[in-house]
């Protein structure tokens, strides 16, 4: 184990000893590939230990107050349909899929597919689809020095499955929620999401995460994305965990040859919220935008690291990252953008942009764009400060009141975010969340 | 209207005003001249509240009240509009919200009712049409991708919308070809009226061809050192600013 730190060892120690639990639990799948990919990932994760911040992916970002909780592997637990309805999007109320504590909820899913479409809860499918599960999950993402990822692996269980055909196209976006609700003790859960569009497939999904109470729970997840050529996947994902949860959220996406990904992500909870966007060009002329907005406020830590690997030429990358930083609330953006030699023609730009409302707030940011290739347009660029005075001096001698002026500035910086969305119903759910923070 | 005596700024510690004195009554035009670093845009921006500026000495009357008492928003509201010289872009704030948030701000003030969505689009369809615009300009970002001219006729429309009782123009001229600033001082024109007074800053008597003003200050180094009629701008068209900075203009005009 790489942490040397008696107390994190014996932190590290009760999750092994939750997973030798969960073992005993699952002993009909002890002999599948599934279970042998959780064996090695417990290994991994033993060995590496929680990360530190003498570590440079975590250099910024202590987890010291995850350490310092206590929680209990996550169970099977029901909450009613009422307790969902604030959650619901207008217009995808029936296009939906629900997870509560990372378990798949049947009874509260509804959704409608053409045939060949599978959408499952992962253990579900595991009896019914163990080859194609088998084939990609854990392939693309690597857990050797991603200790949460690892950790991910080693519990993953349930979670979202889905696989579209080729050349099928879904009209209309899915929904997913994942819902958290804390019953006794805080709980640490583990959701395993694949999702695989074939060739000429197209999906636009919608992922939200809620919370029914301010509790304290670790929800740690691993998505795999695979876009295959000439698919398109809208990936929107808004993150309004309890205040006092940790969120943790890994993503790896292989984007193919004539491809398109869309991810836009949108936090708002999270007592620390940590996103590791990865995205690969597997083919040429494949193309991803990577949007992302937050919103922090009292000691929230907020920590988004992206990696886009341009391996391979004519593809297109663009990036912006903007958020708000309010109270003693702290941001971490890097922003890592890899062209290799062959990749010619790459056009790969990158934005991130902060404001800190509060004097208190603080922000660490870090774009690391590593260029091997010649006949490239690259660009990254990063504004971090106050709102502009200009801007503000310019309503304000118009006749606008101070407060009324940064309310409209704040707007227009998260709208230039949300205005991107294309559901009209998230957008517009977004953007009066917005307006009711600000008070404009 | 406006009453600015013994007017003194400085901006990090370097004095650019040094003893202002200008007195303006309603219905009047006023152009400021002078040459490049005089203080004119620093004049008009210490008027219309500009923070960065230190006031430190002298005052401004505005309709009876201390002027530079009140933030910014209040001297808008009092009836104060500064047509800026390089007028700021704002992405993702249209038009017509900056617009209809500032009349409502200043119709407040007045004790006047807020007007709603119908009310202010035919009123701010009918000013558009005073600068040439059109309404489609209204959905756009304030001054984002606009042409220089674009964004001086935007400051024209607003002050037709916002209908200020003080008109200060910093340099609208500035950069514009001969058509945009025919439309420029034709809109400013027809908002002459004998309670509404205009101050023009500007660099070039270009504009007052255009815009007739009734007197004429020229401003040097922080003080006024010349004002008469609309002859004095001829004559420094004619002249130069040198050849009154040297002294010489006392005996010609």
């Known amino acids: ?440 | 209207m406006i009453s600015i005596k013994n007017l003194h700024t400085s901006v990090e510690e370097t004095e650019i005003l040094k003893g202002i004195d200008l007195e303006v009554k309603p219905g009047e035009v006023h152009a400021i001249m002078g040459p490049n670093g005089s203080g004119k845009s620093t004049l008009a921006n210490v008027l219309a509240g500009r923070e960065e500026y230190e006031v430190t000495a002298g005052s401004v009357e505005f309709n009876g009240r201390n002027l530079l008492e009140m933030p910014a928003e209040e001297r808008a509201r009092e009836g104060l509009f500064l047509a800026f010289q390089y007028p700021v872009e704002i992405p993702g704030v249209s038009n017509a919200n900056f617009l209809k948030a500032a009349l409502n701000a200043i119709r407040q003030h007045r004790g006047e009712e807020a007007f709603d969505a119908m009310d202010f689009l035919t009123m701010v369809k009918e000013r558009l049409q005073l600068v040439e615009m059109d309404q489609k300009f209204l959905q756009r970002a304030v001054n984002v991708g606009f042409s220089g001219g674009e964004k001086k006729r935007n400051e024209i429309f607003q002050m037709a919308v916002l209908e200020p009782q003080l008109g200060i123009l910093d340099e609208t001229d500035s950069g514009l070809d001969i058509d945009a600033l025919k439309i420029v001082a034709n809109g400013v024109n027809k908002l002459r009226n004998p309670q509404r007074s205009f101050i023009i800053v500007t660099h070039y008597q270009r504009l007052l061809d255009y815009i007739v003003p009734d007197f004429v200050h020229v401003l040097a180094d922080g003080r006024i050192i010349k004002s008469g009629g609309k002859e004095l701008a001829l004559y420094l068209e004619k002249n130069g600013y040198d050849d009154l900075l040297n002294g010489n203009g006392k005996a010609a005009v």
């Open chain 1, 1 to 440: 184990m790489k942490n040397d730190s008696p107390k994190d060892r014996a932190v590290c120690d009760a999750f092994i000893r939750d997973f030798q639990n969960l073992e005993a639990q699952l002993n009909g799948q002890s002999s599948t590939p599934f279970h042998e990919k959780r064996v090695r990932a417990i290994t991994t994760f033993a060995e590496l230990g929680f990360p530190n911040m003498r570590q440079e992916k975590w250099k910024y970002t202590s987890i010291a107050p995850l350490l310092k909780e206590k929680f209990q592997l996550a169970s099977a637990h029901k909450i009613t349909e009422k307790a969902l309805q604030p959650f619901l999007i207008n217009g995808l109320e029936e296009n939906r899929v629900v997870f509560v504590n990372g378990y798949f909820d049947k009874a509260l899913s509804k959704y409608d597919m053409p045939p060949g479409v599978l959408i499952a809860g992962l253990d579900e499918a595991y009896h019914s689809h163990a080859a194609l599960i088998d084939e990609h999950l854990g392939k693309y993402l690597q857990i050797d020095e991603q200790p949460f990822a690892a950790l991910n692996t080693a519990f993953a269980r349930d979670g979202i499955l889905i696989h579209i055909p080729q050349n099928t196209v879904i009209e209309k976006p899915l929904h997913l929620l994942f819902i958290s609700d804390v019953d006794e003790r805080p709980f640490h859960s583990h959701p395993r999401n694949l999702i695989i569009l074939e060739q000429g497939s197209q999906l636009s999904l919608v992922e939200s995460h809620h919370t029914l109470s301010p509790d304290v729970y670790f929800n740690n997840f691993v998505t795999e994305i695979i876009v295959g050529p000439n698919a398109k996947l809208d990936h929107i994902k808004i993150q309004d965990e309890s205040k006092a949860a940790y969120h943790f959220a890994a993503t790896q996406a292989k984007v193919a040859r004539d491809a398109v990904f869309n991810s836009t992500g949108i936090d708002l909870g999270g007592a620390i919220l940590r996103n590791d966007i990865n995205i690969e060009f597997t083919g040429e002329n494949a193309e991803a935008q990577l949007l992302g907005f937050y919103y922090a406020t009292g000691t929230q830590l907020m920590d988004n690291h992206t990696f886009i690997d341009h391996a391979v030429p004519h593809c297109n990358s663009n990036e912006l990252f903007k958020g708000f930083l309010d109270d003693k609330s702290h941001g971490v953006f890097n922003g890592a953008v890899l062209v290799r030699p062959d990749a010619q023609k790459t056009n790969a730009f990158q934005q991130n942009q902060a404001i800190l409302i509060s004097k208190n707030a603080t922000i660490d940011a870090k774009p690391e764009l590593e260029i091997f290739a010649d006949d490239v347009l690259c660009s990254h660029g990063a504004t971090i400060g106050e709102l502009q005075d200009d801007h503000l001096f310019y309503l304000r001698s118009r006749g606008i009141g101070e407060e009324m002026a940064k309310a409209m500035l704040h707007i227009a910086f998260a709208n230039d975010i949300f205005e991107r969305i294309k559901i009209d119903a998230v957008r517009e759910k977004l953007e009066a969340e917005i307006i009711a923070r600000f008070g404009g």
